[in-house]
């Protein structure tokens, strides 16, 4: 995804903490996520679920599958 995209949760492949961490954010299945910015040299990435505006390790985001709308 690039900064601007607008994406749909599929699925969250995670441990259980951080699936239940993830969950309390607000990051839940058919929920759609905008990108916003990404930080250089592998840096996190904030992302907007809602209303929300959230910082996520790159590790974090790749257990997140969402489809591009």
Not at 18 to 42: T, V
């Amino acid at each position: 995804m690039l900064p601007g995209d607008i994406a749909t949760i599929v699925s969250i492949h995670a441990e259980e903490a951080l699936h239940l961490r993830l969950l309390a954010l607000g990051f839940r299945n058919g929920k759609q996520i905008e990108l916003i910015r990404k930080a250089s040299f592998s840096g996190p990435l904030q992302v907007r679920v809602g209303t929300t505006d959230v910082i996520l390790r790159r590790a974090e985001a790749a257990r997140i599958r969402v489809q591009k709308t």
